[in-house]
């Protein structure tokens, strides 16, 4: 479990830093969108990993407070890509 929220979580960033190098708008919202997807895939192992009590309850609400937080931004620059991308 552990391996999968690694892999999950580092491609978060891998995926957020290959759209700031994106050939076009659509490539962009595309690489975000994968992040956003990895994002919630780290929420469901940091879940996980929590009812399972690998980590604490203080270790994985943070972990998972973090992880939500991300996912919010990743939402945020998603939502207004779009909206610029209609205009």
Same mark, same amino acid.
């Given at each position: 479990?552990?391996?999968? &929220? ?5 491609? @978060?960033? %891998?995926? %957020?830093?290959? %759209?700031?190098? %994106? ?10 969108? @994968?992040?956003?997807? /990895? ?19 203080? /270790?994985? /609400? ?6 939500? /937080?991300?996912?919010?931004? &990743?939402?945020? @620059? ?10």
């Amino acid at each position: 479990m552990t391996k999968q &929220l690694l892999r999950a979580g580092t491609s @978060i960033g %891998a995926n %957020a830093h290959e %759209a700031h190098n %994106a050939q076009s708008d659509k490539d962009f919202l595309a690489k975000m969108y @994968i992040a956003l997807k /990895e994002a919630t895939e780290t929420e469901y192992w940091i879940k996980l990993l929590l009812r399972t009590e690998y980590l604490t309850v203080k /270790e994985g /609400e943070s972990i998972l407070y973090d992880c939500i /937080e991300i996912k919010r931004i &990743l939402t945020a @620059i998603i939502k207004t890509k779009k909206q610029n991308f209609a205009s």
